[in-house]
């Protein structure tokens, strides 16, 4: 969907138009959803996250200014963020119980790796936040890298960086899959 | 055979370049930066043997990341988004009080107080920068200048 149109379509929902409304959610909904599920793994926070960036869309809407930004990009940062938000409280749950296993993916490859999908989800799940983020916005949600690098607020070139560690990251955790292949 | 370097050669993309690209984009040219794409493409025509095994080695990993899980929207998730919207009657708040402090002849007051504000805002804003990332905010206008904010604690850039 065109900047324009988003544009558009946000200032009529925040004049609480239904048409505009259901736009809004057919089209940005999906790709909210994928990228907060790509970057927590767990689809049940995906949702949460999802339902959550769209409250603050419907709040923030009456007040949208066409043009100032690009209602996709502010969408896909204030998912971002909730999803970091996530992550940091689970990192706190983590460093609060010690004793506890790691609730990440667990090293039975033979287990995962009847699973392609499991496997990947497990190493995407591996990565660094900020590679994850990369590989999520530029892979998952088919960004280019200057739509990407404005999202996270890098430069073109530290994006690159990022996904090239990333992917890297990923195939040497991947290897015996991507053989497979 | 040596021949002179045309301008097409001047413009070709190194092979080193090239590799690095697939590296960090895969193995699809559509999904390269769009200012690269033109000079790949060439590049590419141009050796085909140098860049096809690139090309294929970026594409396994591509495929592979493909098979991870995607979630469609339940209809129960988009029906309670949709409930969630503004109603017709939404307006926006900050007008509402705009006019109202209007009527009230507050507007003089609320220029010196905003005045204020931002010179707290000034004093304030090292330390709101300097907590990068730092989750949503109650404030959406505040939600989107979380744009300009560096990254995360959580991970390196």
């Not at chain 1, 043009?67 to 609060?96: K, Q």
């Not at chain 2, 919207?85 to 003089?108: D, N, Y």
């Amino acid at each position: 969907m065109g900047a324009d149109l988003d544009d558009e379509l946000v200032v009529r929902a925040g004049r609480g138009d239904p048409a505009a409304i259901r736009a809004l959610v057919s089209h940005k909904l999906p790709k909210v959803l994928g990228l907060a599920r790509r970057m927590l793994g767990d689809p049940g926070d995906a949702e949460d996250v999802a339902q959550e960036t769209f409250l603050r869309a419907w709040r923030f809407a009456p007040r949208w200014r066409p043009g100032h930004a690009r209602f996709d990009t502010w969408l896909h940062r204030v998912a971002l963020n909730l999803c970091y938000d996530r992550l940091r409280r689970r990192r706190r749950m983590t460093h609060e119980l010690p004793d506890q296993a790691d609730p990440g993916p667990g090293p039975d490859r033979d287990l995962q790796a009847r699973d392609v999908g499991r496997r990947v989800d497990a190493a995407l799940r591996m990565l660094p936040p900020r590679q994850r983020e990369a590989i999520v916005l530029c892979h998952y949600q088919e960004m280019t890298n200057i739509e990407a690098a404005s999202i996270m607020a890098v430069s073109v070139e530290a994006l690159e960086s990022l996904l090239s560690r990333a992917r890297r990251a990923l195939r040497t955790d991947l290897a015996d899959v991507a053989a497979d292949d | 055979m040596w021949r002179p370097m045309t301008d097409a050669d001047k413009q070709m993309m190194s092979p080193d370049r090239f590799a690095a690209l697939a590296g960090g984009f895969g193995g699809d040219l559509e999904r390269w930066p769009p200012s690269e794409r033109e000079v790949a493409r060439r590049l590419a025509a141009a050796r085909p043997t140098l860049t096809e095994a690139v090309l294929a080695d970026a594409r396994r990993l591509d495929r592979t990341l493909d098979a991870a899980p995607a979630m469609s929207p339940s209809p129960e998730l988009r029906d309670r988004i949709v409930r969630a919207a503004p109603g017709p009657a939404a307006r926006p708040t900050t007008s509402a009080a705009w006019r109202w402090a209007a009527g009230l002849g507050l507007a003089a007051g609320l220029a010196g107080a905003a005045a204020a504000g931002v010179a707290v805002a000034v004093a304030l804003a090292p330390t709101t920068l300097a907590r990068p990332h730092a989750g949503p905010t109650a404030d959406p206008v505040e939600e989107a200048a979380l744009l300009l904010r560096e990254p995360s604690d959580l991970g390196e850039v």
